[in-house]
């Protein structure tokens, strides 16, 4: 998922109209790369209709160069480094195919209508990425996963450590450790298909009514209409941007941010979990924005309930556990397993 700002920017854009392009290649302006991300074909569902005749299990293998250049467009816009390229070997189809294969029926029953691919590209920035995907009313009505090759080289358990502590400067003295994986089965299939199914709760939350689509204008957004996210965050009135309802006692949330983004002296890692334990943010990830809060959600409630796998948390000082943070569905979270539970049994 990707910000707000580059379909705003699209917007303004149009207004401009002006530069023609061939390709993003020869665009040596913001609004030529604007308009050629705009002209991409990729994000209309006319240009994935054959993928969705497919048996979900089917819907993965090499990038399409067109998406590809939206991908190496998109991060040129946001000021990442644009050299994405595709990826794509035995070894990852082998593993993506046993990661789909092995979904609960619930959840590809949930987005089998909507998932119009999965694929993988080396240097997308960030572990995983989804797109939705536009009618011809340019209602959002499905979703395309992106997946980065660093993913298919480390077990689940390294993989969902590092994530957590990108968000933390390091330090020798302090960590955190994420356990997704049993011992015996801590391989690169459990980060893949963890990361999956979190980008699959992108890909079943668009179009519906769990948080606000994450182009839209907040302040055409009314919260309460948004029965899970609405359980957690609040559109300021002023600024008319999200905060959370737990700001107050969980100060650390404003300054969590991933994959090169860290803010917070890893020396608060404890004290950040604690906090955490009084909301009902299911992890530190998932306290970002709505739209992390529902995947985390999604994605924990399948891991842990549909699946039977472990989920657990620790901050670490001098390699010794302090403080542990397990899910939080039978205690402050309760309410959003209500509704994950509603929607698997829909
Ligand atoms: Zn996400």
Redesign the pocket.
């Known amino acids: ?1 990707r910000s707000l700002l580059v379909v705003n920017l699209l917007l303004f854009a149009s207004l401009l109209g002006g530069c023609q392009v061939a390709g993003f290649l020869e665009c040596n302006s913001r609004e030529c790369l604007l308009e050629a991300q705009q002209n991409n074909p990729t994000r209309t569902l006319a240009f994935w209709e054959s993928q969705l005749q497919l048996p979900i299990a089917l819907r993965y293998g090499r990038i399409p160069d067109r998406l590809l250049e939206y991908l190496r467009i998109d991060n040129k816009l946001n000021g990442f480094p644009s050299a994405v390229a595709a990826f794509d070997n035995a070894k990852v189809r082998t593993i993506l195919g046993n990661a789909v294969a092995s979904l609960p029926p619930k959840v590809r029953v949930l987005v089998k209508n909507k998932l119009v691919g999965v694929y993988v590209v080396k240097n997308l920035g960030t572990s ?1 990425y ?1 797109e939705s995907i536009l009618n011809l009313q340019g209602e959002p009505v499905a979703g395309v996963i992106v997946l980065d090759a660093s993913l298919f080289d480390q077990p689940g358990n390294t993989w969902a450590s590092w994530r957590d502590s990108t968000a933390f400067i390091p330090n020798s003295r302090f960590g955190i450790k994420t356990t997704i994986a049993a011992s015996g089965e801590n391989d690169i299939e459990a980060a893949v298909q963890f990361l999956l199914i ?2 699959l709760g ?1 890909v079943y939350s668009i179009g519906t009514n769990v948080h606000p689509d994450w182009y839209r204008d907040l302040a055409e957004i009314e919260l309460s209409d948004y029965p899970f996210s609405s359980l957690s965050w609040e559109i300021e009135e002023y600024s008319k941007q999200y905060r959370s309802l737990f700001d107050d006692r969980f100060w650390q949330r404003e300054k969590l941010g991933f994959y090169q983004k860290a803010r917070l002296p890893a020396k608060q890692i404890a004290q950040t979990l604690e906090q955490l334990g009084s909301t009902n943010f299911v992890s530190i990830y998932a306290a970002t924005r709505p ?2 809060d529902f ?1 985390e959600t999604f994605a924990i409630y399948v891991h842990t309930e549909l699946m039977g796998k472990p989920y657990k948390v620790e901050a670490l000082t001098d390699g010794m556990p302090t403080t542990v943070v397990t899910p939080c569905f039978r205690t402050t979270c309760a309410r959003k397993f209500e509704l994950i539970e509603s929607i698997m049994n829909q």
């Open positions: 998922m995983g989804t979190h980008e992108h739209e992390e995947a």
